[in-house]
């Protein structure tokens, strides 16, 4: 598997392609607020009603969400391929693999990483996934090869991190996010994203995290299954040839 220095992906300005995705993310997004009766379906998006019902890894951490979805696709390569994509997820490491140019015109700061970042291929319970360049949360539980989660406690008046252990914050918001990889058969796997959130109730809680959010986090989030899944399979063709 290729490597490369995280300072080889620090670049400046859009691409043309780049630009064409993000209008891409942004019909995604108003595609999604004028069909808001199939939120239920994007919630789940790629998997069946039964299995977006199952338990997964970290499912304790948000026991009772009061928003969540989960994300699959199937990937045609091994999942030892897929993981070193999931290992190096976050900002100043790999990326997201979603809408760089989206990320990037609200000043997070995101470098898609296009080949394995050796640095970043050990995560560890503790270390701190960032979501740009102030927010950064940690892993939380991580079984390497197959998946990992982080955890945020969040004062939405004070716009912080909380330690929940020491605070009771009247507005707060807690939320858990996996990032999971399992074989379907020793060629093929399915990668899923699964995020719990439970937030103090109120009606522009209950907006934000719901029906204003939800298309912007799907387009973002399935950008991301997408962009996984083709990192993954490219590694793969290459091995093969």
Known sequence: MGTVSINDQQRTGFTFLQILEGLEGLLIILTAYLTFFLKPLRDRWGMSRK??????????????????????LEINAPASFVWPWIAQIGQGKGGFYSYEALENMVGLKIYN??????????????????????????????????YMAIENWYDLNKNSVYNQALESPINYLHLSWLWMVGSIDENRSRFISRN??????????????????EPIVFAMDRKMCYGIKRRAENLYRTKLQ
């Open 196 to 213: 719990r959130v439970d937030f103090s109730p109120s009606f522009k809680n209950n907006l934000m995290f719901g029906p204003l959010g």
């Open 51 to 72: 299995e977006a019902s199952s338990l997964f890894p970290g499912d304790y951490i948000v026991p009772q969400p009061k928003s969540e979805f989960i994300h699959a």
């Open 113 to 146: 990483a296009d080949k394995i970042l050796a640095e970043f291929q050990q995560p560890q319970i503790g270390d701190l996934i960032s979501f740009g360049p102030k927010d950064a949360y940690p892993i939380v539980i991580c079984e390497p090869g197959k």
